[in-house]
């Protein structure tokens, strides 16, 4: 009886500060994990000297990983605006028919077929295509399987990039549109003060959860010799002959890369959600889905 | 009860029951107009286990395999092979990463402290890595476990851990799109449903999980449409399928002699099955979708 | 009919139910009115054990049925209940609505259950409307729905817990009519309501609960025109202006 009294006690305390109740629920499964670790180490089935001398060998490989990610999200990005726009404006400039129909229904069927192409099929396939072709056309050079790995990526991250900015354009509302043109705005002016800033705050959420579907994707690059977190892991497993060692530690350098980040960025959406603007709840069908399926 | 009406009238309207009615009974009607996209649903199910089924016999040795495949020209014979290996592995990976999704997903929402917690973690772990090295490390785990014992085929005891790795990474996000299907069904929904004298069983069976399903489809689908896609990677773990075989092709006829159109094809043409089979999964789920669509139950979308 | 016997309830530390007491008779319209948070949705849903009691017992037809022994769905059964916000399964039509009671819970044929689903849609006024999606209705026609799938399962008893107060104005009169109609076919009521004009033409006893507890009970004419009570003064006088 008072053992639970005051276990509904500290309930009572605990329900209204979430932080404090994840900070406990992290400490404990950190210390969980800690404890298998120990034991593990205890019979001798790992062991944590190895660990200690080599944890400093992975902070290339990270530096890689990351570095690669960065930057073929970044240039993603430049390449996807126009994409999005193309894709949610283009239909529109078609129907005026004219010279502007003659130009964008090329472009717009090009980057609907590049899209297409791109979310469906595996993302292992364009990497093992670029790498193959770079590695035909420029045989020898030692920095064409980072470079064509980070083309790889960029490639595919650009076909996913672009349907979040499509997404993000074509879902404000027509009667914001309506609203601005009452008033006297242009649409350069409607494009500027409306879509533009409605559109961000609508793709914010997609696009990082991108930036770590492609961190994810990134572990793809081992397999085309690029010295990254996941080669790294092969690595160590086979050279230094301590594999599960080796796994443990580069699935808990993804872990603590992916787990706060995914946290920082649901924790920032609700900080800064507009209400009104966008669904009610926190990205509908469920925090964190990944955004790269097909139909978005 | 009341003397009125109420009473009166129910029974009223039961003994002319006995009469001949010739429209048909609502069941009759909901599997009537439901029967055709079924019926094409399940035929495209039975298809895929059909040709799994054919493909494992000839794997196991029923009939000769190889003597079938030889009688297409070589390419083609490895983009079968492959084709038919990737469609092997989706009837296994899907099932299986929605069951598992399904049972988490229900526990993330389970009122029990240890429930919400150990699902928790599930998801976590299982989505904060990438689906590769969840692969790699469950091969590895799973030879150093069975390392020695002589009485399991370690090679397929591996692949498998492989395939169940897959399985749990795509479970993961399914528990957190199931999760999400359930706390969209309104408590309004099961208080009127306790109203009537359901019992829990029932709840969940005809108003809790309909529901939720029409909310969830889209976002399955979207996650089916991945977890295809990230078959791709049972090709580290020497599963025989399309990008294994593509590798494959391309070492053996291409890279050596710096053959640049011929990788070009190749990848081309897996990249293209792959298209095939995204496309018919995802169109099919569209048209269930549209066909159990009912207004007012339309899923959140972005 | 339904006794509620000295009945408590808290929600945490909230007590929200303080001793409640009462009778419904057989074929009665009692009439529950108060100011909010009050207690009167707690204690309708007590009644069909949608909230169980912490103290206190519950009487239908003499059995206690807030015992564990007795399954809440079979008490569930005898006495429906209408929503404030007609909670209609949103996935299933109007008349799939009425017939899912009668086919899971009463374990009908569903030809039979058919038949009596549409009855009852007649006597809602909503035969036409057998087809619609809740999301196709309006909020009346929702409320007549879930008040035709209340009735099909033949229960003793219905508990209306502000059936209009989710309504638009103009759609407040057609629920109120059915429920005229219902109580002047004797059907025995519970309702929970602020629209006093019903209180005082159908009901025929009024009750006044604050701060969970019943505060006066009588006719309508004696809670309306001479309350005896000093809270029942006020809330009648505001309510009435």
């Known amino acids: 009886m008072g053992v639970r009294a005051s276990a509904r006690k500290v309930w009572k305390v605990l329900e209204n500060r979430p932080l404090v109740r994840s900070t406990i629920a992290i400490a404990s499964l950190l210390a969980l994990a800690g404890l298998l670790l120990a034991s593990l180490a205890e019979v001798k089935l790992i062991s944590l000297g190895f660990m200690a001398d080599n944890a400093s060998f992975l902070l290339v490989p990270a530096i890689t990983s990351l570095t690669a990610t960065m930057v073929s999200f970044a240039v993603g990005i430049v390449g996807a605006i126009p994409m999005g726009l193309i894709r949610s404006f283009g239909p529109r400039l078609m129907k005026g028919g004219g010279r502007t129909a003659l130009l964008t229904a090329p472009l717009y069927g090009g980057v609907t077929a590049y899209i297409e192409a791109i979310r469906g099929t595996p993302a292992l396939v364009q990497i093992f295509l670029v790498a193959q072709v770079s590695g035909i056309l420029f045989p020898g050079n030692p920095n064409i399987p980072f470079l064509g790995g980070v083309l790889a990526l960029t490639l595919n991250t650009l076909g996913y990039q672009a349907e979040v900015f499509r997404a993000g354009f074509q879902s404000v509302s027509q009667t914001q549109i309506d609203g601005a043109k009452a008033i006297g705005m242009r649409p350069r002016q409607v494009f500027a003060h409306i879509t533009l800033p409605q559109g961000t705050r609508l793709i914010t959420l997609p696009l990082l959860n991108e930036w770590l579907s492609l961190f994810k994707a990134s572990a793809l690059l081992g397999i085309v010799a690029v010295s990254e977190l996941n080669w790294a892991a092969g690595y160590l497993g086979n050279n230094r002959s301590h594999p599960i060692e080796a796994y443990i530690m580069v699935s808990a350098v993804y872990l603590a890369i992916i787990i706060p980040l995914g946290k920082a960025v649901g924790y920032w959406e609700r900080r800064h959600r507009t209400p009104g603007l966008g669904t009610a709840e926190p990205t509908p069908a469920g925090r964190g889905v990944r955004p790269r399926g097909l139909t978005l | ?302 | ?241």
């Open chain 3, 1 to 241: 009919m339904i006794s509620v016997r000295n009945v408590h309830k808290w929600f945490g530390e909230l007590h929200v139910l303080k001793g409640v007491s009462l009778d419904v008779k057989k074929g009665e319209a009692l009439v529950i009115i108060g100011p909010s948070g009050s207690g009167k949705s707690t204690l309708l849903r007590c009644m069909n054990l949608l909230v169980s009691p912490d103290e206190g017992d519950i009487l239908i037809d003499g059995v206690r049925v807030n015992d564990p022994k007795i399954r809440p769905e079979w008490v569930r059964q005898q006495v429906g209940m209408v929503f404030q916000s007609f909670n209609l399964f949103t996935h299933l039509t109007a008349l799939q609505n009425v017939v899912i009671g009668l086919t899971k819970v009463k374990r009908l044929s569903s030809t039979e259950a058919e038949r009596i689903a549409r009855f009852e849609l007649e006597r809602v006024g909503l035969a036409d409307k057998a087809d619609a999606y809740p999301a196709q209705l309006s909020g009346g026609q929702q409320q007549r729905v879930a008040i035709g799938r209340a009735l099909a399962l033949n229960p003793k008893a219905v508990l209306f817990d502000e059936p209009t107060s989710a309504l638009d104005p103009e759609y407040i009169r057609e629920v109120l009519d059915v429920m005229t109609k219902l109580a002047n076919e004797g059907m025995t009521m519970v309702v929970v309501t602020h629209e006093m004009g019903f209180a005082q033409n159908v009901g025929d006893r009024v009750l006044f609960m604050a701060d969970g507890i019943v505060v006066e009970e009588g006719t309508p004419e004696e809670i309306f025109e001479r309350p005896q009570q000093d809270r029942t003064k006020t809330f009648v006088g505001t309510i009435l202006g």
């Open chain 2, 1 to 302: 009860m009341g003397t009125g009406g109420t009473k009166d009238t129910t029974p009223l309207v039961r003994s002319s029951s006995g009469g001949s009615e010739k429209a048909p009974t609502l069941q009759e009607r909901i599997t009537a107009s439901k029967g055709l996209i079924l019926r094409i649903a399940f035929g495209g199910i039975a298809t895929v286990v059909a040709v799994f089924l054919l493909y494992l016999a000839g794997y196991v040795g029923l009939y000769d395999l190889d003597y079938a495949l030889s009688l297409l020209p070589p390419r083609g014979r490895a983009l079968t092979t492959g084709l038919l290996a990737t469609l092997g592995f989706m009837t296994v990976v899907m099932p299986l990463g929605f069951g598992l999704g399904f049972f988490f997903g229900w526990a993330r929402t389970s009122k029990v402290w240890l429930g919400r917690a150990v699902a928790t973690t599930y998801v976590e772990l299982f989505r904060g890595m990438p689906p590769i090295v969840l692969i790699a490390f469950a091969v590895l785990i799973t030879i150093v476990v069975f390392r020695g014992n002589d009485r399991i085929d370690l090679f397929a005891f591996a692949s498998l851990a492989g395939v169940v790795a897959l399985a749990a990474h795509s479970g993961a996000y399914q528990a957190e799109i199931i999760r999400a299907g359930i706390l969209s069904v309104p408590t309004g929904q099961t208080e009127a449903a306790e109203a009537i004298g359901m019992s829990k069983a029932t709840i969940l069976r005809h108003v809790t999980l309909p529901q939720m399903f029409r909310v969830s489809l889209p976002a399955l689908g979207n996650e089916f449409a991945s977890l295809i896609k990230d078959t791709s990677l049972l090709s580290t773990i020497g599963g025989l399928e399309l990008t294994f075989q593509g590798k494959n092709l391309s070492a053996v006829l291409a890279v050596g002699g710096g053959n640049l159109d011929l990788v070009i094809i190749i990848w081309v043409e897996i990249a293209l099955l792959y298209f095939l089979i995204t496309f018919v999964v995802s169109r099919t789920l569209q048209a269930v979708e549209r066909r159990f669509r009912v207004p007012g139950l339309e899923a959140a979308q972005l």
